[in-house]
């Protein structure tokens, strides 16, 4: 499974660089994969909580809305193209 993971890492830590300035590179790497694994940490016990109090079934309810919600963060806060912004304007018009 880990190794799936690490498919898009060096697309990942890309992205990560290029938002951070230059003389601080490492340590913004650093702190990513530190918040990460702060976060993370905690779904492992969450989840078996979930699972004992409350069953399987209302775990899989729950990875799926956080699922989407995810999805739909991501979706919209994408950066659109101009000729995607250009088609809503117009759309909108009447």
Same mark, same amino acid.
């Given at each position: 499974m880990y190794g799936l993971r690490e498919i898009g890492e060096p697309a990942r830590k890309a992205l990560i660089t290029s938002w951070v300035p230059e003389a601080a590179r490492a340590r913004g790497i650093g702190l990513y994969w530190g918040v990460r694994s702060a976060a993370t940490c &905690? $779904?492992?016990? /969450?989840?078996? %909580? /979930? &699972?004992?109090?409350?069953?399987?079934?209302? %775990? =899989? +309810? %729950?990875? #799926?809305? #956080?699922? =989407?919600?995810?999805? $739909? /963060? #991501? +979706?919209?806060?994408? *950066?659109? *193209?101009?000729?995607? %912004?250009?088609? /809503? $304007?117009?759309?909108?018009?009447?």
């Open positions: &905690w $779904a492992s016990l /969450v989840g078996a %909580l /979930v &699972w004992h109090r409350l069953g399987p079934e209302a %775990l =899989c +309810y %729950l990875a #799926f809305g #956080f699922g =989407c919600a995810g999805a $739909a /963060v #991501f +979706y919209l806060s994408r *950066p659109r *193209p101009r000729s995607e %912004l250009a088609a /809503v $304007a117009t759309r909108r018009a009447p």
